[in-house]
């Protein structure tokens, strides 16, 4: 496809193309998704489809780099960190 050609010559070799079209793959599959859906890197949001937006009333560049954690009370966000621990 083109944009497969437009990663292609942005990608410096053929490890950078898999690793761009990867990640391209996966924000295409977030977005897709019917139900609330974030991509985390790291515990911080690094995407939110458009039913997670609309499930917590916040727009993208407020969720964005968030941590999981804020989007939680102290309690929940602990035990969503023990649980997150066992994964």
């Known amino acids: 496809t083109a944009l497969e050609q437009k990663l292609r010559a942005l990608a410096k070799d053929d490890a950078a193309y898999?690793?761009?079209?990867?990640?391209?793959?996966?924000?295409?599959?977030?977005?897709?998704?019917?139900?609330?859906a974030l991509l985390l890197e790291q515990g911080l949001i690094v995407q939110a489809n458009m039913s997670a937006q609309s499930l917590l009333g916040m727009m993208p560049q407020d969720l964005i780099g968030k941590p999981l954690s804020d989007l939680f009370s102290a309690e929940d966000a602990y035990n969503l960190q023990v649980a997150l621990d066992k994964v």
Do not use: I, K, N
């Open 18 to 36: 898999e690793e761009l079209l990867q990640l391209m793959q996966q924000q295409q599959a977030v977005e897709a998704w019917p139900d609330a």
